[in-house]
């Protein structure tokens, strides 16, 4: 069960407009019993505290600038959550992205460019006692009071948030790349020493935005890799960018009156010289499976 509270329509939740810098619309309550931390390579780490429930807070706020305030700034010391009994509960972690979550603690930035000011979102995790029925959440001056939903989530999968098609697989020798060298590049060539190299070349389409824009997806060179028919997962030695192999990509694609705009890219593996088949991954998440033709 997802708690969604709109402000307007919830007489109990208004907030005192003179002390806070921020209009916040809505706001929702998600209840998990663990977490994955985002991680790559293959492996999981995963967060669940005995005796503790992870509860997310998303909200999304219209900041209320003036002449002379352009800028606003909380520290994620005064953004808590505070039991009936009076214990006052930190962040304990946030979604960066659609399903990407992440331990650690962030402050609320919002900034004006213009004339033009854009509602923000933000999220945070708390580790409250299980058996808690009403928090008080605190963000800065604004105050609101939050119902923990009876019902427990999973947590999205980001693989769940992309469509991706194979358009081909081959066994090449070597790869021809470059390094930069002042202001030119010099070529060189990589190779495998055991092996040889797997060409990959794939189709990228969102299926949702994975960030705080709803007409907004981005995806890194390290989110992809492979699994074997072993079982091992295998990192890329890097996708083909601009004449040379990188794992430092960063993809960003829109949402337009069409629909989302897909991207092309391909990737290269080490691999032994029988390679046939394999799990192309996102995530870690398998999302197709592939065979060298």
Known sequence: MILVLTLGAVPGLAQDKAQSPLNVTTVEAVAYEQLPVFALGGVQEMLKLNGKLLVAINLTALPQFSATMRRIRINHKDIVVVTPQGETIGMIGYFRRFGQFEVGAKNFYAYKWGNRVKPVNYNAVFAVPKGAKNLTFKLGAYTTKIQVPGKVQMAADPASAV?????????????????????????TTITNLN?????????LTPLRANGMSPTHFFWHS??????????????????????????????????????????????????????????????NRPVANGEVK
């Open 163 to 187: 469509k991706i098609d194979l358009l081909g697989a081959r066994l090449v020798p070597q790869v021809m790349t470059a390094r930069r060298v002042g202001r030119g590049q010099v070529a």
């Open 195 to 203: 092996g040889v190299l797997l060409e990959v070349r794939l189709n």
């Open 222 to 283: 390290r989110w992809i890799g492979l699994i074997d028919p072993a079982g091992t997962y295998i990192t890329p030695v890097g996708e083909r960018f601009m004449g040379k192999l990188t794992l430092n990509v960063s993809h960003n694609l829109s949402k337009g009156s069409a629909g989302w705009r897909s991207t092309t890219a391909t990737f290269y593996f080490a691999v032994p010289k029988n390679f046939k088949k394999f799990k192309l991954t996102y995530c």
